[in-house]
Nanobody
Framework: QVLLVESGGGSVESGGSLRLFCKASGYTYRRNFCMGWFRQVPGKQREGVAVINSDGSTSYADSVKGRFTISEDNAKNTIYLQMNSLKPEDTAMYYC??????????????????WGQGTQVTVAS
C-alpha cells in the first residue's frame, strides 16, 4: 500500500515562503516513478504544479516557474516543494502524487494512482 503524507502548509503573506514535505512509503521509492505536486482550489480542476522524475529532472507549471523548486531526499523517501514569492493565487490545497504504473506521467491527473491527504496553503494579500 502506497502511503503519501504531506506537511508544511500554512498561512503566509504575499511574497512569503513555505516549504512543503511529502514522505512516501509502501513501494520501491523513486524506482522508475516520478513524483509530483498538484494543487486544487474548491470548485476548480486540480492543477499540476511540479514534477521530479526518477532521474532527478524536474518540470514546472508556467505559473510557478522561477518561484517554486521541487527536490528530493532519497535517504528519507521524501520530496519537497520550496515555494517562494508566494502570491494570493497560490492559495490552494496541495497534494503529493505518484502514478499508478511505472513510467506514468506525474503531471497528468488521469495517470495518478496515489494521492496524499493534502496540505493547505493560504497566501494573504
Amino acid at each position: 500500500q502506497v502511503l503519501l503524507v504531506e506537511s508544511g502548509g500554512g498561512s503566509v503573506e504575499s511574497g512569503g515562503s513555505l516549504r512543503l514535505f511529502c514522505k512516501a512509503s509502501g513501494y520501491t521509492y523513486r524506482r522508475n516513478f516520478c513524483m509530483g505536486w498538484f494543487r486544487q482550489v474548491p470548485g476548480k480542476q486540480r492543477e499540476g504544479v511540479a514534477v521530479i522524475n526518477s532521474d532527478g529532472s524536474t518540470s514546472y507549471a508556467d505559473s510557478v516557474k522561477g518561484r517554486f523548486t521541487i527536490s528530493e531526499d532519497n535517504a528519507k523517501n521524501t520530496i519537497y516543494l520550496q515555494m517562494n514569492s508566494l502570491k494570493p493565487e497560490d492559495t490552494a490545497m496541495y497534494y503529493c502524487a505518484v502514478p499508478s504504473f511505472t513510467g506514468g506521467e506525474c503531471d497528468d491527473e488521469v495517470q495518478i494512482g496515489y494521492w496524499g491527504q493534502g496540505t493547505q496553503v493560504t497566501v494573504a494579500s
